[in-house]
């Protein structure tokens, strides 16, 4: 492994990377984890990942707060391992007034939203049709402006309105009721966090959203509404004042995350509860945020597999994990909380609101 001032160095560049792009981690070698999308322009050992991982946010701490010092130390309190139970009683008793969810594709999926990666699904292969290098192309915006034509047929199937928030999009939306959700940090392009009633100001769309739009080449802005009916009869919406293409708000690979994204982190530091649910934790920057809470702060993963810290990492003793199907993993929370006829009642009052409109 290197050196510490070689890791330190290397540590800033990594971060310097990950600020400006929206990247997957990608095979490379069988000891290689490689930061960038389509060029391997940097690598990391695995041995560096796992060290690197631990302090994560370092350089993001040092730039927001002007410290020299990351925000990582070591964990607090008693090192009795937690439980479920114990982190519902905390919700239960509003000792977490402070939580911050952070949720992925793994929580849409129940709702019905396919996964377009998947061979055999009907989205995969109605896309098949655009001959696409790869799957990823869809999402790459040097190839949105060479062939927009792949994406929108996935914006029909994605558009807002196709789909319902489940479970776990209420369960968040209870926290928020009840004033003890700080914010929600989200993968998801669906809207279906807004769907569900959430506070477009309580979250953070990591990856953007198709509430709304902004043409290519005049940069006027648009709402959702004004281009759904030319994506829901398989036309690229066209901007009327320059005929440029107009592209709703989501991140493409090789364009910068939005602003917002950087402006909350300071929700992390503030945070005195974390859960973490329906996510695989491989897209950078938004992985890393796992490791930017206090080490006293409890993380909850409610999830399909272990994942990032929770899979290869060092355990924290206030680290919980509960896995298999999100949707029960959250009902069974909201059992222990208490909440499951309250959760039972706001679904049905929001199904009933969503059908009469």
Known sequence: ?????????????????????????????????????????????????????????????????????????????????QTLEDIAKGIKEQEYKRVVVMAGAGISTPSGIPDFRSPGSGLYDNLQQYNLPYAEAIFEINYFHHNPKPFFALAKELYPGNYQPNLTHYFVRL?????????????????????????????????????????????????????????????IPKCPTCKGVIKPDIVFFGEELPQYFFMYLKDFPMADLLIIMGTSLEVEPFA??????????????????????????????????????????????????????????????????????
């Not at 984890?33 to 350089?59: D, F, G, P």
């Open 175 to 235: 926290l928020h009721d009840k004033g003890q959700l700080l914010r929600m940090y989200t993968q998801n392009i669906d809207g279906l966090e807004r769907i569900a009633g959430i506070p477009p100001n309580m979250l953070v769309e990591a990856h953007g959203t198709f509430a709304t739009a902004t043409c290519t080449a005049c940069r006027r802005d648009y709402k959702a509404e004004e281009l759904h009916a030319d994506v829901m009869k398989g036309a």
């Open 1 to 81: 492994m290197a050196s510490p001032a070689v890791l330190q160095y290397r540590l800033y560049f990594y971060q310097r990377i990950i600020i400006r792009t929206c990247c997957t981690v990608k095979e490379h070698q069988p000891t290689h984890l490689s930061y960038t999308r389509r060029k391997y322009s940097w690598c990391v050992t695995q041995q560096e990942r796992k060290a690197i991982s631990s302090n994560a946010m370092h350089c993001w701490r040092s730039f927001f707060n002007g410290q020299s010092r990351g925000i990582f130390g070591k964990s607090g309190g008693s090192s009795k391992q």
């Open 288 to 357: 890393s945020l796992t490791g930017a809470v206090r080490g006293s702060v409890p993380r909850l993963l409610v999830n399909r597999d272990l994942v990032g810290p929770f899979a290869w990492g060092s355990p924290r003793p206030n680290d919980v994990a509960e896995l298999g199907d999100v949707v029960s993993g959250v009902s069974k929370l909201a059992d222990a909380v208490g909440w499951t006829e309250e959760l039972k009642a706001l679904i049905a009052a929001e199904t009933k609101k969503e059908n009469e409109e």
